[in-house]
């Protein structure tokens, strides 16, 4: 006797709900021990224990400036692209209270079109945090790499108002392919 069965595969069967957990291709996203895999890009860093989105770590930047508005890279990292393919990114962010002044954030990605972010770029989507009290997160869905892209750099921003501190948290970095749209598959068992 044959029988036909209908599965249901989803995303969140295979990886939970949420976008950040499927296919992650960062190292060291979650900031859980240490800052490794990222390379600071201007802002002075460093990782923090006590401080965390959903578990204890995160990634701590500290903007000042003693003349006037300022913005500069934090942290960034390099991973594997492919031209056509449409991509995921986003993370959680926290702005110190303790902060002397006020500033803003941005998370941006860059398509290369060398394997290891060299080469001829083009600039992906962006996203930026509000200025809110507590960690909030922010995503850019379905950023389709352009034509040639073989790599993406993910770049955390920061800047600083005027003079003072601007201190913010960085966590749960993500940066994958879209994930998979739930579909039924059809398949015979006997």
Same mark, same amino acid.
């Given at each position: 006797?044959?029988?036909?069965?209908?599965?249901?595969?989803?995303?969140?069967?295979?990886?939970?709900?949420?976008?950040?957990?499927?296919?992650?291709?960062?190292?060291?996203?979650?900031?859980?021990?240490?800052?490794?895999?990222?390379?600071?890009?201007?802002?002075?860093?460093?990782?923090?224990?006590?401080?965390?989105?959903?578990?204890?770590?995160?990634?701590?930047?500290?903007?000042?400036?003693?003349?006037?508005?300022?913005?500069?890279?934090?942290?960034?990292?390099?991973?594997?692209?492919?031209?056509?393919?449409?991509?995921?990114?986003?993370?959680?962010?926290? @702005?110190?209270?303790?902060?002397?002044?006020?500033?803003?954030?941005?998370?941006?990605?860059?398509?290369?079109?060398?394997?290891?972010?060299?080469?001829?770029?083009?600039?992906?989507?962006?996203?930026?945090?509000?200025?809110?009290?507590?960690?909030?997160?922010?995503?850019?869905?379905?950023?389709?790499?352009?034509?040639?892209?073989?790599?993406?750099?993910?770049?955390?921003?920061?800047? @600083?108002?005027?003079?003072?501190?601007?201190?913010?948290?960085?966590?749960?970095?993500?940066?994958?392919?879209?994930?998979?749209?739930?579909?039924?598959?059809?398949?015979?068992?006997?």
């Amino acid at each position: 006797m044959r029988t036909r069965v209908l599965v249901f595969v989803g995303l969140a069967m295979v990886a939970g709900a949420g976008v950040c957990l499927a296919a992650n291709q960062l190292v060291n996203p979650n900031f859980t021990t240490n800052i490794a895999g990222w390379t600071a890009s201007g802002w002075p860093i460093d990782w923090i224990g006590t401080e965390g989105n959903a578990a204890p770590g995160a990634l701590r930047a500290i903007a000042t400036s003693s003349t006037g508005s300022v913005g500069m890279g934090v942290a960034t990292q390099c991973t594997a692209a492919t031209a056509g393919v449409a991509y995921d990114f986003g993370a959680s962010f926290k @702005i110190e209270p303790a902060s002397t002044q006020t500033g803003g954030a941005r998370l941006r990605v860059i398509y290369y079109t060398n394997s290891n972010c060299t080469g001829t770029l083009t600039s992906g989507g962006s996203v930026d945090p509000t200025s809110v009290a507590g960690w909030q997160s922010v995503n850019v869905q379905n950023d389709v790499a352009p034509a040639g892209t073989q790599s993406a750099f993910v770049e955390l921003i920061q800047s @600083i108002a005027g003079p003072g501190t601007f201190t913010a948290y960085w966590d749960d970095v993500f940066f994958g392919p879209d994930p998979t749209p739930a579909e039924l598959v059809s398949f015979a068992a006997e």
